[in-house]
């Protein structure tokens, strides 16, 4: 089974612009997601997609492998399906630019399922971290995700769901953390499908593959990492690098 990684990457940013080239304790953000994402041997190439000139010469003059996207492209997954079209692979991992403490373990877990008994069920994989405070679970940033009893996302949205109107009920929460294990033929087939209005009203790609009735496997992980959405996160990265 052939793997790969894409890391889709745009320069511009609502909240951050430019946030991907960003210093990190001397190097760009985008240059130690990728450096992260090879470090962890588990694919056979990495590569960034991206739009911009300036990501594209940051990664190739580093070394690294780039691929200029053609279109304008609603989200990373059109994005990565425009540069997968032409490879011979069997799963395509999408791993987000803004996150250089990538490691290897969760990365793991999103792949094994493919290896699972229910493998044949698969569309796609992702992964969701517990959350407790209730600040996060309030964010309109935060995605959440539930899942039914046997992992399969059910629906995500950035509303607390599930909605707690009965408080003596145990409810765990769960935030959606952004890397997906694609199967090729999902990855293009979704490319080809016109959003719909739940993907348009919530802003959240994944919500088309469930709008279409393809199956999400989630995968419970532990370790959170450090999404850069904010000038703030982008110091918190900082100390926690050194």
């Not at 490879?87 to 493919?114: A, Y």
């Amino acid at each position: 089974m052939r793997i790969i990684a894409m890391i889709p990457a745009r320069y511009s940013a609502s909240r951050f612009p430019g946030k991907l080239m960003q210093d990190l304790e001397g190097k760009s953000v985008i240059l130690r997601t990728y450096e992260a994402t090879v470090k962890t041997r588990l694919f056979e190439d990495v590569y960034v997609v991206t739009d911009s000139d300036v990501i594209f010469k940051e990664i190739v003059s580093h070394g690294g492998q780039a691929i200029m996207s053609k279109d304008e492209h609603e989200s990373g997954s059109d994005r990565i399906a425009e540069a997968v079209a032409g490879l011979e692979v069997d799963i395509v991992v999408n791993v987000q630019g803004d996150e250089p403490f990538t490691e290897k373990s969760s990365l793991e877990q999103v792949l094994n399922v493919f290896k699972g008994h229910d493998a044949d069920q698969i569309d796609l994989a992702s992964l969701m971290v517990e959350i407790t405070d209730w600040d996060e679970i309030e964010n309109p940033n935060t995605v959440k995700v539930i899942v039914d009893h046997q992992n399969f996302a059910l629906y995500f949205s950035r509303h607390p769901i599930p909605y707690p109107r009965d408080k003596s009920v145990p409810v765990r929460y769960f935030k959606h953390k952004g890397i997906y294990a694609f199967r090729k033929s999902a990855l293009l087939e979704f490319s080809q499908l016109p959003m719909r209005s739940i993907e348009a009203s919530e802003k959240i790609e994944c919500l088309r593959y469930l709008e279409y009735g393809k199956k999400i496997k989630m995968v419970e992980t532990v370790i959170e990492g450090v999404e850069i959405d904010t000038p703030e996160d982008l110091e918190r990265a900082k100390r926690l690098w050194k």
